[in-house]
């Protein structure tokens, strides 16, 4: 069973329609025993990190999620959701990737293609994105760091497009279910 934890409704139905295509059971969840009974998580991306942030915790979530031990996927700012801490501002998040969440100045979008990204680090064998092409649109970034699996070069900062740490992943992409490359992803996470 596939759990997203549901802060975002937009973003996640875009997660939903992808795993209605893979024919995978799935749900949407704000309640933290439910959680348990995951076997993945998914957290979406969102419009507002804080605002997903402090609804988790509302609702129990984020302290559910620091001692279950699931696969845990965070989709954009779902992977900043993963991190220490944001902006600088000592708010702070998951804690599973332990790195700061910076901001650029505008939203930024790039296509990531081969070119574009480097592998860099072995933890990653299973997901490659070689091939692939991606959406960048976000206006955060985190720096490349130990849990660094795959990196790109925005605006002359090296930033993680992948990282992961055990059972926690986070992917700095943005999927879209009318994208038949975003969907392989998806399902390359999965499994």
Do not use: W
Request: aromatic content about 8%; overall charge negative; proline content about 1%.
């Amino acid at each position: 069973m596939i759990s997203i934890i549901n802060y975002d409704s937009v973003h996640s139905n875009e997660i939903v329609k992808m795993l209605i295509e893979f024919d995978l059971e799935y749900r949407l969840l704000t309640e933290e025993v439910l959680i348990c009974k995951a076997d993945t998580i998914i957290l979406p991306d969102c419009c507002d990190i804080q605002r997903a942030m402090r609804k988790m915790q509302l609702l129990n979530i984020s302290n559910v999620l620091k001692i279950i031990n699931k696969k845990i996927i965070g989709i954009n700012n779902g992977m900043f959701l993963m991190c220490s801490g944001f902006f600088n501002t000592g708010n702070s998040g998951l804690g599973f990737f332990h790195s700061d969440v910076y901001n650029y100045e505008h939203e930024i979008e790039s296509n990531l293609n081969h070119n574009h990204v480097k592998s860099t680090k072995h933890g990653c064998d299973s997901i490659d994105l070689a091939n692939y092409n991606f959406f960048y649109k976000s206006k955060y970034y985190i720096l490349s760091n130990d849990n660094t699996c795959v990196q790109s070069k925005i605006e002359d900062k090296k930033i993680s497009i992948l990282d992961r740490t055990g059972q926690y992943i986070g992917i700095n992409v943005d999927l879209k279910a009318d994208r038949e490359k975003d969907k392989e992803l998806l399902k390359m996470l999965l499994k």
